[in-house]
């Protein structure tokens, strides 16, 4: 009888913290390709079978139209996207190239051809994709941006200078990626600095300074900061987002890390400065002091693909994964040069 209580009691329990638990809000980072298929006359396609094949990991959506002959994919991973539309009837038109990206919700209309089936269309050329299903403005801070421009410190939050109506009031002598207040210290449209939210894959990525008397009371400092080769694209949105990127006056920085795909990709560099190929600061050289010393060495790698067991489990177009590691080792002397009166 004591057992069967405790059984109930501790059941009882379990049940009270599941209906009581505040679960965690995330800002969802991934996209969406939403779109109408009519026919040649415009009218509405329902019951039209929709194939959304990510060509990067494999992985397939199977939709059907609705009645307005309607068709929603969310919750897509970044990347590039073949979409197929088949029906009785009209020939099989296919969309190769369709670029999802951080936040994005993508309106892609097909317009079927009468014709056999077994017949396809293919769209090569056509109108670049907008965003007329969402209202939100914001820069895409590209892969191609992230491998081609310099990352001082290997820090990717450099560039979100490069976004419309943003400017970095921090110092700029703190950039490195272990000085998480100054290298977020950005204001956008207007905003006051350190109010913008910072999130990696949806997930909040930010505290706030607090201490009494401190100059930055109260601003955003980044949690962490990712490698730059982890980071497959970021958006930094500056007006008109949705509810689901709320808490902030300022803009929202979405970070969307890489995936692995079903080919193994992989990259190691290793970064050295001296001191006698550097020029000196310019307050210290105005003194007439000599350039410090100083030591800095900065490594790094990333390695991402399928998960394969040999003989076990083969996890193409199923299960990946993304490593990447980085390390700073820097010593160099702190010092300030003052003018007083004699």
């Known amino acids: 009888m004591r057992m069967k209580r405790w059984v109930s009691f501790t059941l ?16 969802e980072s991934r996209g969406a390709i939403v779109g109408q298929v009519l026919d040649s006359a415009k009218a509405l396609i329902p019951g039209a079978a929709v194939v959304i094949k990510n060509l990067e990991t494999g992985q397939t959506i199977k939709l059907l139209t609705n009645e307005s002959g309607a068709y929603a994919a969310p919750l897509l991973a970044v990347g590039t996207y073949l979409i197929e539309v088949e029906v009785a009837g009209f ?9 999802v990206g951080v936040s994005d919700r993508l309106q892609v209309d097909f317009q079927l051809e009468v014709g056999e089936i077994q017949q396809s269309v293919t769209v090569t050329e056509a109108t670049p994709l907008l965003q007329s299903a969402d209202a939100s403005l914001g820069q895409l801070i590209d892969a191609q941006r992230l491998a081609e421009l310099p990352l001082p410190h290997g820090n990717p939050y450099a560039l979100i200078s490069l976004a419309t109506g943003t400017a970095f009031e921090g110092d700029p002598k703190l950039n490195r990626p272990f000085e998480p207040t100054h290298i977020v210290a950005y204001t956008i449209n207007g905003t006051r600095t350190g109010t913008s939210d910072v999130t990696i894959d949806g997930v909040a990525n930010t505290a706030v300074t607090s201490r009494s008397g401190a100059t930055n009371f109260n601003t955003v400092t980044a949690s962490y900061v990712p490698p730059g080769d982890a980071v497959a694209e970021f958006k930094v949105q500056t007006a008109m987002f949705d509810a689901k990127m709320g808490q902030t006056p300022g803009g929202v920085i979405n970070i969307s890390l890489r995936s692995g795909t079903n080919q193994f990709h992989g990259s190691a560099y290793f970064n050295k400065r001296l001191p006698e190929l550097m020029a000196n600061d310019f307050f210290i050289n105005s003194a007439g002091q000599e350039r410090p010393d100083f ?3 900065r490594w790094g790698g990333s390695f991402r693909g399928p998960v394969e067991i040999p003989k076990l489990y083969n996890g193409r177009d199923r299960t990946f994964f993304m490593w ?19």
């Open 12 to 27: 009882l329990a379990l049940l009270v913290c599941l209906l009581t638990a505040n679960p965690a809000r995330a800002q």
């Open 295 to 297: 030591k800095y060495n």
């Open 324 to 342: 990447a590691y980085e390390e700073m080792k820097e010593s160099r002397t702190r010092g300030s040069t003052f003018t007083v009166p004699t």
């Open 91 to 99: 020939k099989r038109a296919v969309r190769p190239g369709v670029q």
